[in-house]
């Protein structure tokens, strides 16, 4: 799968996202979704990433029943206010978030062989322990939110941990349990809402148990982990070559590349050409934030040689001051917003500060919600050791340009700018560099306000603890914007 995340040849990608993905050459991606054209594998890899959106509650075994179509739908209404029916690029967004879970995880399937189980699950996180005095292997992640144990027992053993698994159950639903002669399964959640798979399978006389279990942020994780339990050897997780899957993805990709995305540059460059201007479609759509109540911030890239920016609902927005030297601009609108965001009181960053990154990326294509990445400042000094960017590891795509990064008081630590190519590094290196990416500093934009002669506040007026989620008031502070 890594080689389908590879799609920029640049050093730096501006991250900025142009919906005109809507073409003839790309037929394929709005055709009616129709199952019945795909293979059990293509199959698996849908019904795995709906279970990991916590739609799909079946089996993870290729064979697409209502279930897996309800899931698809449901998955496709809550991404796509346009909803209209299920098409196949719905199933291309789908299918880009279980490639980025594949990377970033290392979801794959490992066989025990004293079971003869295969186990999909996100291996690269979990760290393996052995207690040779019971003979349980455990495999768990660091805070230990998802934990994955096997080990063998006696028939009566067997049911006892089953009967003794179900008293724990304290959720309002009845527990899952099914009793047959060679298997036993069983599902509750406890008063702390931890989730408990068990299963048990009777094989050579002895009873193999898989016992999984996860807090309750988790809990499509562990859904997905226990459905896709099966017998025999492990089965790939790649997207099968020449498969329709696969033509899906690859035409979905070149539109995001090719039709999509503007020639890219440097932070500062005069090189940058967006699309030619179209009255129907934008050229191409970027994030801002309000910093009072009437002028917005954005990148000076985002709104670069456009003839009209607008909001979402067609608000007319006039560039007051931009800068490509630090690649910053600033907006106004005619309304007035009720949100707006403080600046951090002195704009510095911390190295190793955690860090949230808000934005619309790919908006339209796959969804239109505001999507938050967390990371941490990796370096105080962006590309080149321009010390007026810092380096972070949120993950920022298209679209993102524009947005403010925060620290998790809410406050700004400064505006999303680039990213660095994964492509371009691994094609000099012959390594693939991962989560680096840059933002404007909050000094760059204290002094370019100031410049300005905006006012904007500083501060938060109440404390506020990001890492407990992100308040509405922060949320409607940040907003698309559409360049004509």
Request: aromatic content about 8%; hydrophobic content about 35%; glycine content about 6%.
């Amino acid at each position: 799968m890594r080689a389908v995340l590879i799609t920029g040849m640049i050093v730096l990608s501006l991250l900025l996202v142009s919906p005109k993905a809507f073409t003839d050459n790309f037929d394929l991606l709005f055709m009616e979704f129709d199952a019945r054209q795909m293979n059990s594998a293509e199959k698996r890899l849908l019904q795995t990433g709906l279970a990991l959106e916590g739609h799909y509650v079946g089996l993870i075994d290729g064979i697409w029943g209502k279930g897996s179509q309800m899931a698809l739908e449901d998955y496709s209404k809550r991404e796509f206010s346009d909803y209209t029916g299920v098409q196949f690029y719905h199933a291309f967004t789908l299918l880009l978030k279980i490639v980025q879970i594949h990377e970033e995880t290392g979801w794959n399937d490992k066989y025990i062989p004293e079971a003869n189980l295969s186990i999909a699950a996100p291996w690269g996180l979990l760290h393996q322990e052995r207690n040779d005095k019971t003979s349980v292997s455990e495999w768990s992640t660091k805070n230990g939110d998802l934990k994955i144990q096997h080990f063998t027992t006696s028939d009566k053993n067997a049911i006892d941990i089953h009967n003794t698994i179900k008293k724990q159950h304290a959720s309002p639903d009845e527990p899952y349990s099914l009793r047959l002669p060679s298997r036993l399964v069983t599902k509750v959640s406890n008063n702390q809402g931890r989730v408990f798979y068990l299963r048990t399978d009777k094989i050579h006389q002895l009873w193999n148990t898989i016992f999984i279990s996860s807090s309750k942020e988790q809990h499509n994780m562990l859904h997905a982990i226990s459905s896709s339990i099966h017998y025999g050897a492990p089965r790939s997780w790649d997207i099968p070559k020449n498969s329709l899957l696969d033509r899906v993805i690859k035409q979905g990709l070149t539109v995001i590349r090719e039709k999509n995305t503007p020639t890219e540059s440097p932070p500062g460059s005069n090189t940058y050409k967006p699309s030619p201007n179209n009255k129907n479609i934008p050229t191409s759509i970027g994030t801002a934030f309000y910093i009072n109540n009437t002028d917005l911030v954005t990148a000076e890239h985002v709104v670069y040689q456009c003839s009209l920016v607008t909001l979402i609902n067609g608000v007319k927005l006039d560039l007051i001051s931009s800068d490509k030297n630090i690649d910053l601009a600033i907006l106004n609108s005619p309304t007035r917003s009720r949100h707006w965001l403080p600046l951090s009181i002195t704009g510095k960053a911390l190295l190793g500060e955690q860090v949230y990154a808000l934005g619309y990326p790919y908006y339209m294509l796959t969804g239109t919600s505001l999507n938050l990445t967390a990371g941490n400042v990796s370096a105080l000094a962006g590309y080149s050791d321009n010390h007026r960017f810092i380096s972070i590891t949120a993950p920022v795509q298209p679209g993102n340009s524009g947005g403010p990064l925060l620290n998790k008081k809410g406050e700004i630590l400064g505006v999303i700018s680039a990213r660095l190519s994964e492509a371009a590094i691994a094609q000099a290196t012959g390594t693939l560099p991962q989560n680096i990416n840059y933002a404007v500093t909050g000094e760059e934009l204290i002094y370019f306000l100031r410049r300005s002669g905006v006012v904007f506040p500083s501060g938060q007026a109440t404390p506020i603890d990001l890492t407990n989620g992100i308040p509405e008031s922060i949320q409607k502070a940040v907003t698309p914007v559409l360049c004509w």
